[in-house]
């Protein structure tokens, strides 16, 4: 799900948290993922918003939708989070993601899932190939 960012953006941060949380109590055994969308928003905003993923009790808290072509999602953005998540939920990278390398750099920086569009993947393999 994207986390509701009209209530974030307002700083309606118990409100966020408690519809995480209510989504959760209806999907108790289902792997809960938590759209950021931190192409959209400053470090601070990025922290607090794991913040509540943790408190919302998400297995995972994800980049970007994917939705934003010019605004894709970065090392520096999974840097951020992982620092912020400290282990305590795990970070999925999605958006503007084209190459191995930066695959391997967002791994090292903590992610442990990746999202990508099917051309992004035949792409890369392809390159990969040559």
């Not at 912020?84 to 190459?99: F, T, V």
């Amino acid at each position: 799900m994207v986390i509701n960012l009209t209530a974030f953006r307002s700083h309606e941060f118990s409100y966020v948290k408690e519809e995480l949380l209510a989504i959760r109590e209806q999907v108790p055994s289902a792997i809960f993922k938590v759209i950021i969308e931190a192409p959209q928003l400053t470090e601070q905003e990025i922290c607090q918003a794991v913040d509540l993923c943790v408190e919302g009790r998400a297995d995972y808290v994800k980049t970007s939708t994917g939705w934003y072509p010019g605004c894709p999602s970065t090392v520096e953005q999974v840097r951020i989070m992982s620092r912020e998540a400290a282990g305590r939920i795990q970070i999925k990278a999605a958006g503007g993601i084209r190459s191995l390398e930066t695959i391997q750099e967002m791994q090292k920086a903590g992610c442990s899932r990746f999202g990508m569009g099917m051309r992004s993947v035949q792409n890369l393999i392809k390159s990969i190939y040559k």
